[in-house]
């Protein structure tokens, strides 16, 4: 990695928050501040059977907002969810967005607004910048620790035509306010914190390593990280304590404010070529490939690694150190499959690689990988 400059110029976005409990009831008075009239509620099928979406829509009637719920989302949002979502939010006549779920509703309401004011195929947003007329108002009501959606600048959408997620990435699609509250963390299952909280740490490492990195998002990296390590192990053990699930959205936030603003890396860019083929949640897609990328990248960032190595917690072995103890971390949370375990096949590394080097997130990876790089890396994976 070419050395960084620290007089660089960099810009640092960032949503308006508010983090606390109970912050989720203050969702009426924001819609309202926002001159929301008739709101889109986003959310998905779990959500709403855990009574989160109840919660968020008796908030919004108390301030006199009318809303109409829209749920129709899977685990990966489909282009066509998003456009269906479009046609509801416009036949009722919103004006503004409510999202409360996990990194799939928030991406997918991101999505429903970017495609509403510019009357667009959601699938034409693809790349960096490319959003001309900027989305309705939206508060984000994040569910789960991990997407960083409601305070990043990325939407995520599976083309179910060409079997790949597409990353959205602008300016517009950070959320007019985040309402951070601990409480709906505590109906998630093992698996869900899990793999959600193996996002954020792939976020925060990520943005770490990145060639787009700065002092502000390294400082919210690294307390990602620590927070991370200190929690999640925490978190499945005593699942309701609202203090640690409190610690594991903090460390969502971090997460999220660093990736957001110095991008993301290898990792991400095979995970979203990985979740285009196989319908496997993004988190563990992510937990999967992480230490396999490392000692590919690790001469371009050694200092950065060894710097979340130390972090992480040394352990002997016969890879690059981070790695070992990444590995280590993932089986002591349960997640113990491979790629050949989830039903990859050693025929699709070539298309995976493939889509995975033209994937936006490859851009800022620390070092410049290539087709055949990309190849190996799955196939250490397999
Ligand atoms: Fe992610």
Redesign the pocket.
Known sequence: MTPRNPLDLRKFVAPEFICGYGALHLAGRYARNFGMKQVLLVTDPGVRAAGWAEAVGESLTEAGVSFTVFDSISVNPRSRQVMSGMEVYRSEECNGIVAVGG?SSMDCAKGIGIASSNMRDILTFEGVDRVPVPAPPLICIPTTA???ADVSQFA?ITDEERKRKIAIISKTLVPDISLLDPQPLTTMSRELTVDTGM?AL??AIEAYVSNASSPMTDMHALEAIRLIHDALPAVILEPEDLNLRFSTLLASLHAGLA?SNAS?GAV?AM?HSLGGVCDLA??RC?ALLLEHVIPANYEAASEQYDRIGAIIGPVQGERTPPAEGIAAFRRSLGITGTLASVGVGEDAIQTLARRAYADPCMVTNPRRLTCEDIERIYAYAL
Do not use: K, P, V
């Open positions: 990194g991990g997407s960083s995520i996002d792939c976020h990736f993301l991400h995970a993004h988190g992510n």
